[in-house]
């Protein structure tokens, strides 16, 4: 069944040629042959090509729409991103269209061709977790839709980005599980191709040798959810030499440990420490309530958003940012107190 919208793409592969070529001769790049132009304005007038309206009524002032690429909406963290970028867009009258890539990358190729075939003006995206390729999102470049990323970022696409200071959030975390006599840290890690995994990672093993602490690679594990730390607690547990803390790469993670310590027989925090990285209501529904890292979610979503509305309105025409919201480690009962 052909396609109710003809996309730059479509032309690119009638041609043979690259969708930035497209884009740039139907603009008449300088650039770009006459030869090329002509070829290329032809084969779009011959497939009924039309051009992004929706892109050229936001440089107008009127509504458009701005698509949002979420992980997972369950998690509070996205929760409270998604509300910062719909509150700001509404304000700046955008409608937010939403989706859900479910940790999947085929989900999320899926996902990129209909906001490219739904002309959307923008597009705010998080990285699922199997997604190690990213020629999807040059694509939507590639069809002059701008794009921003937050928390989980493409470094290799120039672009803006929004992060959470993943590193020093880590840091922080583990020096204080550190101050209070820990030495055996465990660190439950999300794959390592993302660059929050990297960043939390390095500031795990940095507070480690700041403090003259070796580190223990078989300590180090890629778990990132409360099922597989349900799972995977008891057998690290077991280890000649176990851990006396968990660093948790979010705060599901975190109640799996301290569900599965518990259900060892172990205390927390006087025989166990354990500490998230998320911040919200999961960290206070806890017994003993969770000590987390907070990640100001809302403020990374309104933070995105304010870009992403800039960048398609031209007041950051060819400029790229890359925004840090800092981090706060919240003291809670899941660690003891320092001395």
Do not use: W
């Amino acid at each position: 069944m052909a396609k109710t919208q003809i996309t730059i793409i479509d032309i690119a592969r009638e041609l043979n040629i690259s969708p930035s070529t497209v884009s740039r001769a139907l603009r008449n790049h300088p650039d770009i042959s006459r030869k090329t132009v002509e070829i290329v304005k032809e084969c779009a007038e011959r497939l009924s090509y039309k051009p992004n309206e929706m892109a050229l009524n936001l440089r107008l002032g009127r509504n458009n729409i701005i698509g949002v690429i979420v992980p997972e909406i369950v998690h509070y963290f996205f929760s409270s991103i998604v509300q910062g970028i719909e509150e700001t867009a509404s304000a700046e009258g955008f409608n937010v269209m939403l989706f859900r890539s479910e940790e999947s990358y085929e989900k999320e190729l899926k996902i990129t061709e209909s906001l490219i075939n739904a002309r959307v003006a923008g597009v705010l995206a998080s990285l699922s977790k199997e997604t190690d390729r990213y020629e999807h999102y040059q694509q939507i470049l590639d069809n002059d839709i701008k794009l921003v990323f937050y928390d989980r970022i493409c470094i290799g696409i120039i672009t803006d980005r929004v992060v959470v200071d993943d590193y020093a959030g880590a840091l922080s975390a583990v020096e204080h599980l550190i101050s209070t006599g820990c030495r055996r840290i465990a660190f439950y890690s999300s794959p390592l191709h993302l660059e929050i995994s990297k960043n939390r990672r390095n500031g795990y093993l940095d507070a480690l040798r700041k403090n003259s602490i070796p580190v223990d690679e078989s300590l180090i594990f890629v778990c990132d959810t409360r099922e597989k730390a349900m799972e995977l607690t008891p057998q690290v547990l077991s280890l000649p030499e176990p851990p006396d803390s968990f660093f948790a790469i979010n705060d599901h993670t975190a109640t799996g440990i301290l569900y599965a310590v518990k259900k060892a027989g172990l205390r927390v925090p006087e025989d166990i420490s354990i500490c998230g990285f998320s911040g919200g209501d999961l960290a206070l529904a806890c017994d003993p309530m969770l000590t987390t890292v907070e990640q100001h979610g809302y403020e990374v979503g309104k933070t995105a958003a304010k870009l992403l509305i800039d960048k398609i309105k031209g007041i950051t025409h060819g400029q790229y940012t890359n925004r840090i919201i800092k981090t706060k480690l919240m003291v809670r009962g899941t660690t003891k107190t320092a001395p």
